[in-house]
């Protein structure tokens, strides 16, 4: 009787522990991605090769997915800087600029090679805010890539 018992314990432990990931919401499917670079429709050089380093660095550190040629890819990762903006965040007492702010606004979709949209957004945007005195806009326009990068992980690989 205790066999019994202790037999079917470990068996409802077991089935109890089953199929599990740490990978998030299922991704439909898709397990290979492929990130051609993010076109840009601004003025300030280099924001889409930028971008496209980030969301791949991104995908590759969530681990979900992985990144692949064109030709192996379950989907593509694809997108357009559509806008880059600077401005001033805050001033001091004497009216001067403490902390600028930098934002950037794409357009991005998740497609699967036969052309089927498995979502698309318009103008995700995101910022990044530097110090006047002791930072430079780069690292204002870096803060920004890296949360539109994470925000675009997050879209392709959970469903939130």
Not at 63 to 71: E, Q
Request: glycine share 6%.
């Amino acid at each position: 009787m205790k066999n019994i018992v202790l037999t079917l314990f470990v068996l409802s432990c077991l089935a109890s522990c089953g199929p599990y990931s740490f990978s998030g919401a299922s991704t439909g499917g898709i397990e290979t991605v492929y990130i051609p670079v993010f076109e840009n429709e601004t003025i300030e050089y280099g924001l889409g090769e930028e971008l496209t380093t980030k969301v791949t660095t991104a995908i590759v550190a969530d681990n979900t997915l992985k990144v692949v040629d064109r030709d192996n890819a379950d989907a593509f990762i694809s997108g357009k800087v559509i806008s880059y903006k600077k401005s001033s965040e805050t001033y001091n007492i004497e009216d001067q600029v403490q902390e600028y702010r930098v934002d950037v606004a794409v357009n991005v979709s998740l497609v699967r090679p036969n052309g089927e949209i498995v979502w698309e957004e318009p103008q995700i945007s995101s910022f990044g805010v530097y110090q006047a005195d002791t930072e430079t806009e780069d690292e204002g326009k870096t803060e920004a890539l890296e949360k539109l990068a994470e925000i675009i992980v997050n879209r392709t690989v959970r469903n939130w």
